[in-house]
């Protein structure tokens, strides 16, 4: 409760300082009584910010582990939703908290590069995402930034529709491989991909038409 009384005071002032215009956003309204993963390009420290006070308060958010050291900014990303995760290997704990929110109905914005990628090249995912979608059965919402999110410049984010994996025939009833992820992470990226080199024009033109399912 206080920290949507907090968003949305500061809201405003957010959005002077970082403009972002949302086109998609209708389709939030599909997750919004269950779980679902945010998945989107990550290029600066702006983004889960603008994702927090444009998208959802609420969101839960996968960081990086070594912005947890200072005790202070530790506590202040924990209130704002965030939770620790070790990039460098298999960090069960993160796994289990992950998995723990998608199975109580709750959002977790992810960034499936894996880092900071500010050019906006195609570089290939992390299979944590499709792994967590998988095995939750949750929704997946892909997301990008058409600009780099610094301050005073102003943005677009795209909203794509959220999809499940189990709805798609290659993946009913099939377990869990090394290939079944790649083939995921290749679905999911072509996704992204699409929504990074789509004209806005012709994307809210889509989306009016409501025909954009037929091509993402």
């Not at 990550?42 to 582990?65: C, E, G, S, V, W």
């Not at 939750?136 to 795209?158: A, D, M, Q, S």
Request: net charge positive; hydrophobic share 45%.
């Amino acid at each position: 409760m206080l920290l949507w009384l907090i968003i949305i005071i500061l809201s405003p002032f957010l959005f002077l300082i970082l403009p972002t215009r949302v086109i998609g956003k209708k389709y939030l309204k599909k997750i919004k009584n269950t779980s679902a993963i945010i998945c989107a390009n990550h290029q600066t420290m702006n983004d889960p910010i603008i994702f927090k006070y444009r998208i959802d308060p609420n969101l839960k958010i996968m960081a990086k582990d070594s912005l947890f050291k200072n005790k202070f900014i530790s506590w202040f990303l924990k209130k704002l939703g965030a939770y620790p995760v070790n990039r460098g290997g298999n960090d069960i704990t993160a796994v289990k908290t992950t998995l723990k929110y998608l199975k109580n109905n709750k959002k977790v914005l992810i960034f499936p590069e894996g880092t900071r990628i500010k050019n906006n090249e195609n570089v290939q995912l992390k299979n944590g995402v499709v792994l967590f979608a998988l095995k939750t059965n949750c929704y997946v919402v892909p997301c990008i930034f058409r600009k780099i999110t610094n301050p005073f410049v102003f943005n677009t984010l795209l909203i794509s529709k959220p999809f499940k994996f189990s709805e798609m025939e290659e993946f009913k009833n099939k377990s869990i491989d090394k290939d079944l992820l790649e083939k995921a992470s290749k679905i999911l990226q072509g996704k992204l991909q699409f929504l990074k080199t789509i004209s806005i024009k012709e994307y809210k033109s889509m989306l009016k038409n409501d025909v954009s399912n037929n091509i993402i």
